[in-house]
């Protein structure tokens, strides 16, 4: 069974402070790894999604990087705004050498707030 | 100009009554899902349809009815609600098949069951 652990629960921060959140997975097949940004009260915002080893992928003061066995969501230079919970997801490639059909498997998000 | 919405944003109901909740994308995606958010934000996939056939169907009690008219609509039916169900449920669209898999969220319906 695939599954996703983030590490840590909740983060806080001072402006400015870079720091990095953790995504470890365990996927059969990994066709894709995504990180999500939740606001409260609002759905998911796709982020940005890896798919082999290696890979790094930038947006702004955000950047995801990938291995075989984690991802790491780095933030530098973190605002106030960028205070959110972050949600990384993996989708699997089935068994069978089709696909998962999209289904993908969410940690439990890391809640990150950012102090002024 | 919203991509995935659902509605209603709000659902407070009583245990036993019956609720439906929709959910419509104008993105020309081919598969549409349900997520389960539960109190401790943890999301679940539900299910999943592709051109209106289901293709997910994780284990969910069998009150629970997803119906997809056409392939830019998906509707959630919740017979004999019960106090576990009080969650928040998200629809996302994405297309499965193809090379890029993102998935894009609505907004999100909490349903609350006293």
């Known amino acids: 069974e695939d599954q996703v652990t983030q590490s840590p629960e909740a983060l806080r921060l001072q402006e400015g402070e870079s720091s990095s959140l953790n995504c470890s997975y365990t996927v059969s097949g990994l066709r894709g790894l995504f990180w999500y940004r939740q606001d409260p009260g609002k759905g998911p915002e796709f982020l940005f999604t890896?798919?082999?080893a290696g890979e790094e992928k930038e947006k702004e003061r955000l950047k995801a990087t990938l291995t075989k066995k984690e991802s790491f969501l780095h933030i530098t230079a973190p605002k106030p705004e960028d205070s959110a919970t972050y949600l990384c997801a993996v989708q699997a490639i089935s068994n069978a050498g089709g696909t998962s059909y999209g289904k993908l498997t969410f940690g439990q998000g890391t809640i990150l707030t950012v102090h002024p | 100009d919203t991509a995935v919405s659902q509605t209603p944003k709000y659902l407070v109901t009583q245990m036993g009554n019956d609720k439906s909740i929709k959910c419509e994308q104008n993105?020309?995606?081919?598969?549409m899902y349900w997520y389960k958010q539960d109190s401790k934000k943890f999301l679940k996939i539900m299910f999943s349809y592709n051109n209106k056939e289901l293709i997910i169907n994780e284990t969910v009690p069998n009150r629970f009815s997803p119906k997809s008219p056409d392939k830019a609509h998906l509707n959630l039916h919740i017979n004999s609600l019960e106090l576990g169900d009080s969650a928040v449920y998200f629809c996302?669209?994405?297309?499965?098949?193809?090379?890029?898999?993102?998935?894009?969220f609505g907004p999100g319906t909490r349903l609350t069951v006293l």
């Open positions: 993105l020309g995606h081919d598969t």
């Open positions: 996302a669209s994405g297309c499965w098949a193809g090379p890029i898999n993102e998935q894009f």
């Open positions: 890896l798919y082999s």
